[in-house]
């Protein structure tokens, strides 16, 4: 495909997505299917120029003076691609495939755009409306940075599997994908950004994948999970266990020793955490299925660390799934709320005296962590709260409430909160 026919297709996309609300992902496999005369570097180039409109899609119409999803995608193309102005009005112009001569008020944008420090800090931030003062909340005069770091492409991260590997051998493994130690956590591997259009090398094509070596698994979840501390022997309950990238962390902490029980009310989810504790070689894994009756019987008051990533808005996640940050609603963020009480007053029952909540969110809504972590404190005065970490290497990462709180723009790394409970010895 030339670039006209590529511009175009995003464009069509795009329209699809807002106009029909669709998940992106469907409307990009949509078209690809309807598409069957894309190779994959149109497809790469498609979705990427997709993806990164949505990302920055209100501040793309700020500098333009213009909302529409053709003006946002040619922005993309000028600010965040660096293409000239040149090239983009000939691929635009390119019959019969692109999508139209560019108009004089589209060239004088794309030359002269409007200067985003005079917009709004919602715009500013790339977020809808209704969550400026919420991200005001949690990042007071940082809020516009923190949000347009939410918006840029996010690296790849792998976490090297202790269980079958070590750092030094898997970084000779990885080094075709061009992955460095990411700092912080000794297990911790990043692959920077792709550049736009570029494909992203893939990390399941390395035969030390398939020997289970290491897994992708975001920075900030790995942080995430080594908050829970010394796990070594200990019973671990990872009640919210999902598609198993905490459990597998956790296990590999573990060392085999020990149990770790994964539950997950959604039984489907727990089927990948079979399949990638097998291949990761944890041994010490039970699942605990909600098909099953009474599924967590036994194991009332008997947990060292109940550690609880909790169902949220996954606002912290937005360089990754753009278009949630679209489609998320107050009535959406209330529900995941009354999810978190939930899931936290479940997780206190199985905490043993002098045991730990580890509660995680990929959220930086204080709604769905401080203000989760007060209420359920204020109901259960039997817990205390403890500072998210006791490594000296994690330290830094700290409130002075002595939670943890990640953030593109503060740590690098996705957005997650952590705070640890701990249940009194009586
Ligand atoms: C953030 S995701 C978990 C991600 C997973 N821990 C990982 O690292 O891959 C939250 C999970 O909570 C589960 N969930 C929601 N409500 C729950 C409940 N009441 N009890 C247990 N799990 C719940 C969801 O099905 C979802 O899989």
């Given at each position: 495909m030339r670039d006209g026919g590529r511009i175009s297709a995003a464009i069509e996309v795009l329209t699809e997505v807002e106009t029909r609300h669709r998940p992106v992902k469907m409307a990009l496999k949509a078209w690809g299917d309807a598409s069957r005369f894309a190779g994959s570097k149109d497809r790469a180039f498609v979705s990427g120029l997709v993806l990164d409109t949505m990302r920055r899609r209100r501040s793309l119409g700020w500098r333009m003076g213009d909302d529409s999803v053709r003006a946002a995608v040619l922005g993309a193309l000028a600010?965040?691609?660096?293409?000239?102005l040149d090239r983009i009005a000939e691929a635009c112009a390119d019959e019969p495939h692109g999508p139209g001569a560019l108009t004089d008020a589209e060239m004088a944008a794309l030359a002269a755009p409007r200067d985003l420090a005079d917009a709004p800090v919602a715009i500013r931030a790339d977020i809808?409306?209704?969550l400026e003062a919420d991200f005001v909340r949690a990042f007071a005069d940082r809020a516009a940075e923190e949000g347009a770091a939410l918006s840029a492409r996010a690296p790849v991260d792998l976490r090297v599997n202790l269980l079958k590997s070590d750092p030094e051998r898997a970084a000779k493994a990885l080094a075709p994908l061009k992955a460095q130690a990411a700092g912080v956590l000794p297990t911790a591997f990043r692959i920077p950004a792709p550049n736009p259009t570029e494909r992203a090398g893939?990390?399941?094509?390395?035969p030390a994948f398939s020997k289970g070596w290491f897994e992708v698994q975001d920075l900030g979840s790995q942080i995430a999970a080594a908050c829970a501390g010394e796990v070594r022997g200990k019973q671990v309950l990872d009640l919210c266990a999902g598609g198993g990238g905490k459990t597998l962390a956790l296990a590999a902490a573990m060392g085999s020793t020990g149990q770790i029980y994964a539950y997950d009310s959604d039984p489907r989810r727990l089927a990948d955490t079979i399949r990638r504790g097998d291949r990761a070689g944890v041994r010490n894994l039970q699942i605990r299925s909600p098909v099953n009756p009474d599924p967590l019987k036994g194991l009332e008051g008997k947990m060292d660390v109940v550690f609880i990533d909790a169902p949220c808005t996954g606002t912290g996640a937005w360089r990754r799934h753009p278009d949630t940050k679209w489609r998320l609603t107050p009535d959406t963020l209330a529900k995941r709320m009354a999810d978190q009480d939930l899931v936290l007053d479940l997780g206190a029952t199985f905490a043993k005296p002098g045991g730990r909540i580890v509660y995680v969110t990929c959220s930086v809504l204080p709604q769905e962590d401080e203000d989760r972590v007060d209420a359920f404190l204020a109901r259960n005065t039997q817990f205390t709260l403890k500072?998210?970490?006791?490594?000296p290497a994690l330290?830094?990462?700290?409130?002075?409430?002595g939670h943890i709180r990640l953030s593109p723009a503060s740590t690098d790394t996705d957005g997650f909160f952590v705070a640890v409970l701990e249940r009194s010895k009586a």
């Open positions: 600010f965040d691609w660096g293409w000239a809808p409306d209704w893939a990390v399941e094509t390395i500072p998210a970490t006791e490594d330290a830094r990462f700290l409130t002075p409430a």
